[in-house]
């Protein structure tokens, strides 16, 4: 069976990441399924434990982290993410694409173990469109804004490790960019799992 292609996202907070994979999947004919990281922090309004995140105590990551259950984790803006091996593996192994949306830090390790993953980074047009994102989102203390916006400006140094960056500047534009380099990626042939 024919391996499923790794797709790896990241930007900025306020790049618009989960909004553009969730309108990208919604169409629902691309073989894709986007993994659920792991993460200490609390669940913002409206967010679900095991949909959007598996809202983990830091005792219970650090356990994982023991177990080896992590493929990366980083601590990001004060608390810990990680992609989980079960998150990605098996679906991976059955020929499913699997997106992972995941900081710098935590997509230069998985390049590392998947030098042949599709990396694409989603940035906003300006340094005042994310603090402009990130304020209309009104989830973020005054202090937690600040930080993003400084750990957005050392993310955007990095863009050039990725094999793609995309402008987010109009949010149906990005989606059809996104689009049309994953579904570039799986017309390519990958070989066949042996596990």
């Known amino acids: 069976m024919r391996q499923g292609p790794l797709i790896i996202l990241s930007g900025p907070s306020g790049s618009g990441k989960s909004t553009v994979v969730r309108r990208l999947l919604e169409a629902g004919d691309l073989p894709l399924r986007q993994t659920v990281s792991a993460t200490t922090r609390s669940p913002r309004e409206g967010e679900r434990d095991g949909i959007d995140y598996h809202f983990w105590t830091p005792e219970q990551f650090e356990q994982a982290v023991r177990e080896g259950a992590f493929l990366e984790w980083a601590e990001v803006v004060g608390h810990r993410y990680?992609?989980?091996?079960?998150?990605?593996?098996?679906?991976?192994?059955?020929?499913?694409?699997?997106?992972?949306?995941?900081?710098?830090?935590?997509?230069?390790?998985?390049?590392?173990?998947?030098?042949?993953?599709?990396?694409?980074?989603?940035?906003?047009?300006?340094?005042?469109?994310?603090?402009?994102?990130?304020?209309?989102?009104?989830?973020?203390?005054?202090?937690?804004?600040?930080?993003?916006?400084?750990?957005?400006?050392?993310?955007?140094?990095?863009?050039?490790?990725?094999?793609?960056?995309?402008?987010?500047?109009?949010?149906?534009?990005?989606v059809a960019r996104l689009r049309q380099v994953i579904e570039a990626e799986l017309r390519k042939e990958r070989p066949c799992s042996t596990s």
Do not use: C, W
Request: hydrophobic share 40%; charged share 30%.
């Open 82 to 174: 990680g992609t989980l091996r079960s998150e990605v593996e098996p679906y991976h192994r059955r020929g499913v694409g699997v997106i992972l949306v995941i900081d710098v830090q935590g997509a230069a390790r998985m390049r590392q173990q998947y030098p042949d993953a599709l990396s694409v980074f989603l940035k906003a047009p300006s340094p005042a469109a994310y603090e402009e994102r990130l304020r209309k989102r009104g989830k973020d203390s005054e202090a937690s804004i600040r930080k993003r916006l400084a750990v957005a400006a050392e993310e955007e140094a990095r863009s050039g490790e990725y094999r793609h960056v995309i402008v987010n500047d109009d949010l149906g534009a990005a």
